[in-house]
């Protein structure tokens, strides 16, 4: 199947984040010099904007945020996108929980209340001055704990972030990906899909990785 500029812009909108608070440049794609980029903060993608002309792209500069991209990347270590998928297939299962808010009743979500004793505000001691009450419930199902580690080259990265690189592949009718560099556990590591450059940063875990592709 023939990969056309929607199925790239498609691959963009995978990778924002339109709930994250005080980081509105990371709702929609946009564009550095000549890239067209996306990010939400743990991953980002990246390639030639040619590849989306006419598609709406922010402008607003960020000349920054390239500036992670080494100049030289070498690394040529191709993964079959069914190894992965393979590898997310032994994550465990956990419970699944479902965690709402609600408006706290004590202070009418302000979090803070008037002493009814001296007269004076203070933090509002049922929900922490947070405004709201945290709740929890099991509902009894069985999930994929997507926070389950796989160990890919020399770092470690959650199956949530790598089910993202999937779906992108899909995307852009990928049946492998290519590790093209990878400078230590801390750091990004870049993953070339078609035309396209897929940053995913690694996670720091105590838990022993579920499966090591190397």
Known sequence: MKTTKDNYYNALLMCVDKNRQGWEWMHTP???????????????????KELVK???????????????VPKTMKKNFKIKVSLIEAAISKTPLIEEVIETETECKECDGEGDVICDYCG?????????????????ELTGKLIPDVLSVIHIGNSTFIVEKLLKLIEIAKELSQESVTLIYQ??????????????????????SEKEPIFTIK
């Not at 890239?35 to 980002?44: E, H, I, Q, S």
């Not at 400078?183 to 720091?204: G, H, Q, R």
């Open 120 to 136: 004076f505000e203070h933090i509002c001691k049922k929900c922490d001055g947070e405004g709201v009450i945290h709740t929890s």
């Open 30 to 48: 946009f564009e550095v010099d000549n890239f067209a980029c996306a990010t939400n903060a743990y991953l980002m993608l990246f390639f030639d």
């Open 183 to 204: 400078k230590s556990p801390e750091n990004a590591s870049f993953f070339k899909i078609a035309e396209a450059t897929l940053v995913l940063m690694p996670w720091d």
């Open 54 to 68: 006419g598609l709406k792209l922010d402008k607003t500069p960020r000349t920054k945020v390239m500036q992670i």
